[in-house]
């Protein structure tokens, strides 16, 4: 058997005015599996903590984002987090606040 990407889910998060890059990271990978049930491991004869799930964040700051936290939200299997430079940052008039917007994807990859 081989892993096989089943699953492609696109999310977005933000942190509107803490400029907090994980608190963004954490909210774009919940936007992206939040919206969403997957039975394709039932469907296969795999139980859900089989999946393999990929994240990937693209956020300004990448080394400001703290991967254990938002790998720690996955609600089933196995995953790994990479964090590239993206998103966007955007401060607001005065100077003083920044909004911090994240992108991710989450690939899940059955054995099949």
């Known amino acids: 058997m081989a892993l096989r990407r089943m699953v492609l889910e696109i999310g977005m ?3 509107i005015r803490g400029t907090d890059y994980t608190k963004a990271a954490v909210r774009a990978l919940r936007d992206a599996l939040w919206h969403n049930s997957l ?3 039932a469907a296969v004869g795999q139980p859900v903590d089989a999946m393999q799930v990929e ?3 693209g ?3 990448p080394d400001q984002v703290d991967k254990a936290e938002v790998l720690s939200i996955l ?3 196995t995953g790994t987090v990479t964090v590239v ?4 940052e955007i ?3 005065e100077g003083t606040s920044t909004t911090v917007i994240a992108n991710c994807c989450a690939i899940v990859r ?3």
């Open 13 to 15: 998060g933000t942190d």
């Open 39 to 41: 039975t394709i491991g």
């Open 55 to 57: 994240v990937l964040i």
């Open 59 to 61: 956020v300004p700051k």
């Open 75 to 77: 609600p089933h299997g």
């Open 85 to 88: 430079e993206g998103g966007l």
């Open 91 to 93: 401060p607001n008039d």
């Open 110 to 112: 059955l054995d099949i």
